[in-house]
């Protein structure tokens, strides 16, 4: 039996120094807090650069207006598309940017965004701490129990502070320090929301509002966006400036609850936060899956066990809430705070095989509420049923973008996630305890399965002269690269388009429901195209591993990730030239793990525990856990690679050097 609070803690961050490129973040999966060395947030100015310190949520959204002071969505303004001709007729899609649409185009792009809920810090004698007054610093997150402590010298005095967040939006401070009583206090400060990686503007002072009202609530308004927020605890609690307030008490012992509605603050103690927050993560940590490689010979497997521990933490705070997450999770702003949904199943579809698919399931939910906007996305350009966008927000907005809406790989993704979601509660091999009888379950998903899939069909083309279907262009696939009116059945496209409509039709099916002809189509869509004996990026390209050997190398990933059928001689060879030629520097976090399941499929375990932990800049995993994509700055963190480590780690099994133990796990199923 593997000691899981033991094994959680012994890989606990801890930081000796200010690290502004691994700063640790305290969450609940909608909401989080992430923290400098003093444990709030004192030094933003040094970490904005690297990976912000901030606070963010997955209500905090802000639109701002148009230059025109009106709001506008891609639905209700008809600004000039790009067009293409597809199958004798044309289709339009907010793709090239041109004088004519720029400044619509972008604003589209931008609006809305997550945005920096507040700023809370350090000061003494009503002067801000510089770094320099700081030493002897020593911070530890303890995993286990979500609980941030930071302690350190300041002017010559000891100062522990413990930070946490409750199962609410609110965050738990307290200070234990001799200077408490002698100067030391806390600073609270609301900047106005911006797009940008911070989601902070604090210079633009009169662009919003913040009112300090009688019975202790802050009223935040900005442009059209509301939000509040109390300070609750034995302190005082004074306004300082149009946006900035002074929390002072020789006890420094309080929370800070924030909330998009007025009604959903309430006043919580330091005590009642750390008890949920102990109890939150006992819960995680000891319901479903866990993963020990520790007894293994090979060198690496303390640091395979450390990105596996981190990942699953980082996952429970930054990535298991009512939105499918963004890139950054709930840290920083990457697209503007949007969520790319291609990247949903990459971050999270791992849950449901660990047994915690209770946490995936409150994302998928969104698609239920958005749908009718994903089928008024399919039917601006004549096809059926709902269309998934790549970038978008709460509404499902699609986004003006040179590729994203010509992206199609993300369309069976809510399928995939509901598939492995049932099996993991409703199969033999279950691994959750469902909470629902098994046909109420199917029913309330039915008309997201039906309406996507109706899509995928629609979308396939029939060649009568090769009696079989296509995905035709303009389309780009998982690599995002080539000419999106060249790009013709993509390997990696075609495979999931039939997994997801045979899964759908096996979904309805249960339900009594029959859709034989998407196991026609499904059973006849293209085959890959093989050139000298290889699998090519797309129909007709022959200088996939030349000239396109960049980015995401998808045309192998296909029979790992959801079992599709291939020849096996083809598709070694396909990797073996992966590897032989591919810019591996060019590779995102999560291809590293895509490749694994692919070896790992082919039972070649080694090689998949080689490729899952290669050394390169963009399969780095920092002191917080979070995986670094070199030197990008507007991605201080990843975290597709993160969520893709856990899945991979499903399919991988004990091997030469590898010893791996699990409790609670489903095998990955395809």
């Known amino acids: 039996m593997i000691n899981r609070e033991a094994l959680v803690r012994k890989y606990n961050p801890i930081l000796l120094s200010q690290r502004t490129h691994s700063p640790l973040t305290v969450g609940n999966g909608d909401f989080a807090f992430t923290a400098d060395v003093t444990g709030l947030q004192t030094f933003y100015e040094a970490y904005e650069h690297d990976c912000p310190v901030l606070t963010m949520s997955n209500w905090g959204w802000h639109t701002a207006p148009f230059e025109d002071g009106k709001y506008y969505s891609l639905d209700d303004f008809n600004y000039k598309m790009t067009e293409y001709y597809y199958e004798k007729r044309i289709v339009k899609y907010p793709v090239k940017e041109t004088k004519e649409n720029s400044a619509l185009y972008n604003y589209l792009r931008q609006n809305p965004h997550r945005f920096n809920l507040a700023r809370i810090g350090l000061c003494l004698n009503g002067r801000p701490i510089e770094e320099s007054d700081v030493s002897d610093i020593r911070q530890e997150l303890d995993m286990y129990t979500g609980i941030l402590t930071s302690r350190f010298t300041l002017r010559g005095e000891r100062v522990c502070v413990t930070t946490i967040v409750a199962n609410t939006d609110t965050i738990a401070v307290k200070i234990e320090s001799a200077l408490a009583g002698e100067g030391l206090a806390v600073f609270m400060e609301f900047p106005y929301a911006s797009p940008v990686k911070t989601g902070s503007d604090f210079a633009a002072t009169d662009k919003h509002f913040t009112r300090f009202h009688d019975d202790g609530i802050i009223e935040r308004q900005l442009d059209k966006d509301k939000y509040y927020c109390l300070v609750s605890g034995n302190v005082t609690v004074t306004k300082t400036g149009m946006h900035k307030f002074l929390i002072e008490d020789p006890g420094l012992t309080f929370t800070v609850s924030l909330a998009g509605e007025r009604e959903k603050l309430s006043a919580v103690s330091f005590k009642q936060v750390k008890e949920e927050s102990e109890f939150r993560f006992y819960s995680f940590w000891n319901k479903g899956a866990i993963i020990d490689v520790t007894a293994s010979e090979d060198r690496r497997a303390d640091e395979l066990e450390r990105r596996i521990i981190t990942s699953m933490y980082l996952s429970a705070v930054q990535d298991s809430g009512v939105l499918p997450p963004q890139e950054t999770g709930l840290t920083c702003n990457s697209w503007y705070g949007k969520f790319h949904l291609e990247m949903h199943p990459v971050h999270e579809a791992y849950l449901a095989i660990y047994g915690r698919g209770a946490m995936l399931e409150k994302s998928l939910k969104w698609y239920v509420k958005s749908l009718p906007c994903a089928v008024r996305n399919a039917g601006r350009n004549g096809f059926k049923g709902a269309r998934w966008s790549k970038m978008t927000g709460p509404a499902c907005q ?219 800049a963009k399969n780095t995993y920092v002191e917080s856990g979070n995986n670094a994509q070199a030197e990008r700055k507007d991605l201080p963190l990843y975290l597709p690679g993160n969520g893709s480590l856990l899945l991979a780690m499903a399919a991988l099994k004990s091997c030469k050097g590898w010893y791996v133990q699990t409790e609670g796990l489903m095998n990955y199923p395809f």
């Open 398 to 616: 699609d986004s003006p973008s040179v590729i994203a809406p010509l992206l199609v790989w993300q369309q069976p993704h809510v399928i995939y996630m509901l598939t492995l979601l049932y099996m993991s509660r409703y199969n033999d091999a279950r691994v959750e305890v469902p909470t629902e009888p098994e046909e109420e379950f199917l029913k309330k998903y039915a008309d997201v399965v039906r309406e996507t899939a109706l899509f995928m069909a629609d979308f396939c083309v029939y060649d009568e002269k090769q009696d079989c279907y296509e995905l035709k262009p303009p389309l780009y696939s998982v690599q995002e690269k080539g000419n999106p009116e060249e790009i013709k059945n993509p390997p990696f496209e075609a495979a999931y388009f039939a997994f997801g409509l045979r899964a759908a039709y096996e979904w309805l099916k249960k339900l009594h429901e029959e859709h034989a002809e998407w196991l026609k189509i499904a059973e006849r869509i293209k085959k890959p195209y093989v050139n000298a004996g290889l699998l090519q990026a797309y129909e007709g390209c022959e200088d996939t591993y030349t000239k396109l050997n960049i980015d995401h190398p998808s045309m192998v990933f296909a029979p790992g990730f959801i079992g599709a059928e291939a020849d096996e001689k083809v598709l070694e060879a396909s990797l073996d030239a992966v590897m032989k030629n591919w810019d591996f520097e060019s590779l995102w976090g999560w291809d590293f793990a895509f490749l694994a399941l692919t070896y790992a499929k082919l039972g070649h375990m080694e090689k998949a525990f080689d490729i899952l932990l290669m050394d390169t």
